[in-house]
């Protein structure tokens, strides 16, 4: 047990018998506790295995390198088709968690595995990414744009890409675009 993660525990108002059970079984693996992003997060030999996190409707464990992983029970999810690497188990009451208690045990042990083989999740490129036609013509029109665009790391070039093909109207990503083209001007992410 990390100290300076009892915070977490401590304040938990929903999810806390869970909180509490996941994090028993976590530590009954012997890797690391930390606190990372303000959530429990188990590591080895310095790498991020999985952590534990809760929302309104669940509480999860979220295995960085979850893609990778056999997920012989078919419990693994992808939160959404842009999560490239990490997966979850997603849990809703604290039974659920006691009948899967070995198999959450085993998948623990087999993200370890995976750790320790080195393997990489093949992350798709910028390239790959939907470049929506708005954003295009404004990059055609506007030298300094593109370039200032291209300039980015490939992290902030595919935060845009994702925020302006994400809205469904024209309109939408136009006014997304409009809003942004300064931020990317000054070199800045979507989120900076």
Not at 17 to 38: H, M, N, Q, Y
Not at 184 to 192: E, H, T, V, W
Request: net charge negative; proline share 2%; hydrophobic share 40%.
């Amino acid at each position: 047990m990390n100290p300076k993660v009892d915070f977490f525990f401590d304040k938990a108002t929903q999810w806390k018998e869970e909180f509490e059970k996941l994090r028993t079984i976590a530590l009954s693996t012997e890797l690391v506790e930390d606190l990372k992003w303000g959530c429990p997060c188990y590591t080895y030999e310095g790498k991020n295995i999985f952590l534990i996190h809760g929302f309104k409707e669940y509480c999860a464990l979220l295995f960085f390198k979850g893609a990778l992983m056999k997920d012989p029970d078919q419990i693994l999810i992808q939160q959404s088709e842009n999560v490239q690497a990490a997966r979850q188990i997603r849990f809703t009451d604290i039974l659920q968690i006691n009948d899967l208690e070995k198999e959450l045990r085993a998948y623990m042990f087999e993200a370890v595995e995976i750790e320790e083989s080195g393997a990489k999740v093949e992350m798709k490129k910028t390239k790959d990414f939907e470049m929506v036609e708005e954003f295009q013509q404004r990059l055609d029109e506007n030298l300094a744009l593109k370039e200032a665009f291209e300039g980015l790391t490939q992290g902030r070039q595919r935060a845009y890409l994702l925020h302006f093909s994400s809205a469904k109207q024209s309109k939408t990503r136009e006014a997304r675009i409009e809003k942004c083209i300064l931020q990317i001007l000054d070199g800045k992410g979507l989120n900076d």
